[in-house]
């Protein structure tokens, strides 16, 4: 049998979802245009981040799988409703190719949902990825308020937010890259641990007594 090592594609999707997730921020916040984040929201973060997620595939990784390939949806979809929504000939010539901030607020609840489901199962990987998909849930429900109630507070909130969560993803990425270096760093334990049947059979115990 071949036994060829194989690269882990989750360096590749947390860079591209960490950058661009930083980009973003930066432009919301007022630091940057919005050009930065379509182009690397199309090539690293949307692109690279769904190849990531379907070579997750092949390593039998059901997680990697769906966070890389969604995610990379999300910002190939989103930097497409920017380009083809916001371009005034385009909605013109094509009404339905417009979104107001209606439209976006539950397009950003969608992916809310999303995330909220991907959050619990991180909980039973270890405490660097439940922080990170804590912190991106906490920001997409911020953006969801501020779309809904136009709330320049929570938009702060969620970008604030949101950079902690795209350096939390880059120093995962980093985990894994100096990992084949001999570097390791901490990830933390699981948030949600599994119970032992010694630990089962002590709780029947006390339900008894």
Do not use: R
Request: aromatic share 14%; proline share 2%; glycine share 12%.
């Amino acid at each position: 049998m071949n036994n060829v090592k194989l690269g882990n594609p989750a360096v590749v999707g947390l860079a591209g979802f960490g950058l661009t997730t930083f980009v973003l921020q930066c432009h919301n916040l007022g630091w940057c245009g919005i050009a930065p984040v379509l182009w690397l929201g199309l090539c690293f973060g949307g692109t690279a981040q769904m190849i990531a997620g379907l070579m997750e595939f092949k390593t039998g990784n059901n997680f990697g799988f769906c966070a890389f390939t969604g995610y990379g949806a999300f910002w190939i979809s989103l930097c497409l409703m920017i380009i083809f929504g916001k371009n005034a000939d385009l909605v013109k010539a094509y009404p339905t190719l417009a979104f107001n901030a209606n439209d976006l607020g539950f397009y950003l609840v969608a992916w809310t949902v999303f995330t909220f489901i991907l959050f619990v199962a991180s909980m039973k990987h270890h405490a660097t990825l439940a922080f990170i998909f804590l912190t991106l849930l906490l920001g997409f429900i911020g953006l969801d308020v501020k779309e809904f109630t136009g709330s320049a507070l929570a938009g702060t909130f969620a970008a604030y937010d949101l950079l902690v969560c795209a350096f939390s993803a880059l120093y995962l990425m980093t985990v894994a890259v100096y990992a084949e270096s001999g570097i390791n760093l901490p990830v933390g334990e699981p948030w949600l641990k599994e119970s032992t049947a010694a630990e089962g059979v002590l709780a029947a115990e006390k339900v008894k007594a």
